[in-house]
């Protein structure tokens, strides 16, 4: 078989996948900035973000809900 001369043909062979709407663009109104972290709170959330990261004891089997809540409990408590 004969590769095909135009796009136009190729496309008529190749299966064709349905077509989804454009997602909106999320709008920003009506949400402000937060606050900037103290340098302080920068450091103890990098601290905190690094000792629940690096835990063999609980690894990767972690769900993102579970890491953040985790991390949460470790920057309050410290």
Known sequence: MEPPLCQDAAAAT??????RP??????S????KGRNFEA??????CNAYLS??????V???QSAATFWERLTNYYNEH
Do not use: V, W
Not at 14 to 19: A, D, G, V
Not at 22 to 27: D, F, L, N, Q, T
Not at 40 to 45: A, G
């Open 29 to 32: 109104i009506g949400r402000q």
């Open 14 to 19: 190749e299966p064709r996948l349905p077509l």
């Open 40 to 45: 302080e709170e920068e450091i103890q959330l």
């Open 59 to 61: 690894g990767t089997g």
């Open 52 to 57: 629940i990261g690096k835990d063999s004891n």
């Open 22 to 27: 454009a997602e909106e663009p999320k709008s």
